[in-house]
């Protein structure tokens, strides 16, 4: 076979292979309507994760210097001996370098006590290459849309179960995600995917997502490079944040 008749079976190979489920569209987006998920106790914690060997610290207590202000030069996002705080107000931070596929560990705590409810309690966000965010929500007893309390991606799966701990509490979330592949045209080859575990709780087992994340909205894939930074949202709420580490997946 010559090269180009094998780069375009890999290509098909990517499409057409056996993928997870897609978001679904018996619900409409954000529908208070959808079933919530089961609560389920995610067990004692074991937190903080020590980070393995060859890990990209990204955040390990103090130093904020991998990571800047999307809009600004001044980092006004505070930092502390070993966590850091979102500032309401100030915007959303990103690293300073870009990644794609990657496994990530982040550590994470909800205001205590807990003030206003649905989504204006403990929000944030975890934006996998700036683009494809997995929600962060204070999800204690707290009721919300099923597409958008923690462990959802956000508008497009809720999570398998609510493993969320009470405010106050580090949480924590391992993923496993694999960016989209796009050709020299900006043609979608490979669409991304997530495997997440919250608390230690499976509550996204390989879901193929159906393009960016948005509020009321599922956008189309559109080009973009194969590494993209981080990006931890500011949704008003002081969410804190400690023992952030990737691995970079081949």
């Known amino acids: 076979m010559n090269g180009r008749f094998v780069r375009l079976l890999a290509a098909m190979a990517l499409v057409a292979s056996p993928v997870s489920a897609q978001p679904s569209a018996d619900w409409p987006i954000h529908s208070n309507d959808r079933p919530k998920p089961a609560v389920v106790s995610p067990g004692k914690s074991a937190l903080p994760v020590p980070p393995p060997a060859g890990a990209i610290i990204l955040f390990g207590g103090g130093d904020l210097s991998k990571w800047e ?18 500032q309401p107000g100030s915007g959303d931070l990103r690293t300073r370098d870009s990644f794609g596929d990657a496994e990530v560990h982040i550590e994470w705590m909800s205001p205590s006590p807990a003030r206003g409810a649905d989504q204006n309690r ?14 962060i929500l204070d999800s204690y007893e ?25 405010p106050g509490e580090w949480q924590s979330y391992d993923v496993v995600f694999r960016g989209p592949r796009f050709d020299s045209s900006g043609n979608l080859l490979r669409p991304a995917t ?7 709780v499976l509550v996204q087992d390989n879901v193929t997502l159906s393009g960016p994340t948005g509020h009321y909205a599922r956008p189309p894939y559109k080009a973009h490079a194969e590494k993209l930074p981080i990006l931890l949202q500011d949704h008003g709420h002081r969410v804190r944040f400690r023992n952030i580490w990737l691995k970079e997946l081949k």
């Not at 403990?122 to 929600?135: F, I, P």
């Not at 956000?154 to 969320?164: M, T």
């Open 69 to 86: 202000q999307v809009r600004g030069d001044t980092l006004r996002w505070v930092a502390r001996d070993d966590y850091f705080e979102v």
């Open 122 to 135: 403990g929000n944030s966000g975890l934006y996998l290459m700036s683009t494809y965010e997995l929600q």
């Open 142 to 166: 707290n009721p919300t849309y099923a597409d958008g309390q923690a462990g959802a991606i956000y508008g497009q799966f809720p999570p398998l179960v609510n493993a969320s701990r009470p």
């Open 194 to 200: 997530m495997t997440v575990r919250h608390n230690g």
